[in-house]
């Protein structure tokens, strides 16, 4: 059975920091693009950063670049984020993502972003952010 755990969410006071890991299991994500996402109470799930199957190659959305840092470990088949100097909203429940290998042979930035792109999903795990 193909799965994403994530773990590491908690609750934390504004400025403080957060690291987040997503294990995978059942086949090898080392050829998978891996992005976070996160959904707060009543708002759609958007995207936060995602890695290339290398990890050559970061993507960061506007609300979190220069704070968050995602990264990934091949041989132990997990991605991390790193979530620093938080902000009351950036309270959600974060989800990790995989893309099945499709993004493996694209050169653009676009489709990392997109919620579509990722095929498998773990089930989030909650970050709350006191002010």
């Known amino acids: 059975q193909v799965q994403l755990v994530e773990s590491g969410g908690g609750l934390v006071q504004a400025g403080g920091s957060l690291r987040l890991s997503c294990a995978g299991s059942g086949r090898t994500f080392s050829n998978d693009a891996m992005g976070w996402f996160r959904q707060a109470p009543g708002k759609e799930r958007e995207f936060v950063v995602a890695?290339?199957?290398?990890?050559?190659?970061?993507y960061y959305a506007d609300s979190v670049r220069g704070r968050f840092a995602i990264s990934r470990d091949n041989a132990k088949n997990t991605a991390y984020l790193q979530m620093n100097s938080l902000k009351p909203e950036d309270t959600a429940v974060y989800y990790c993502?995989?893309?099945?290998?499709?993004?493996?042979?694209?050169?653009?930035?676009?489709?990392?972003?997109?919620?579509?792109?990722?095929?498998?999903w773990g089930q989030g795990t909650q970050v709350t952010v006191s002010s």
């Open positions: 993502a995989a893309d099945g290998g499709g993004l493996r042979s694209y050169s653009g930035s676009y489709n990392y972003g997109r919620r579509s792109t990722y095929v498998y």
């Open positions: 890695i290339s199957w290398s990890g050559g190659s970061t």
